[in-house]
């Protein structure tokens, strides 16, 4: 497999003590074609300096951010400023948790445009549910 199709999710649950020493034990993967993912940016370790020093090629909005934006300025406000961020620095936004289509319009009306969530589709191992994956959507 080409290694431009693996992504490497960095977790958000443990603290970066020494960000020179992982950014060099990633530097030879993504020299290989790796792109590097923050899972669940804005929880628990996975903060703004977090993504600075990793300067992820995705960005995973953690659902917390996303869950109401739809209602919540605020909200909206931070998912309009990460989406420019992203942009200005070649990162791609996914929206993590989308659970109604006016979460899902939200996000999209903000310049989102990649997402995930059970109203788009629900975690499934089993090959033949990934079939569907690749119709095409019934008008």
Known sequence: MALARVVLELTERLAVNDYALLLASLEPLRRDGVRIAVDDAGSGFASMRHILQLRPDIIKLDRILIAGIDHDQGQRALGTAM???????????????IET?????????IGMTSA???????????????????????S
């Open 83 to 97: 989406t420019s961020f992203a942009q200005q620095t070649g990162a791609h936004i996914v929206a993590e948790g």
């Open 101 to 109: 289509l006016a979460e899902l319009l939200t996000v999209t009306q």
């Open 116 to 138: 995930q969530g059970y109203f788009l589709g629900r975690p499934t191992l089993h090959p033949s549910d990934w079939t569907d994956w690749h119709k095409e959507p019934e």
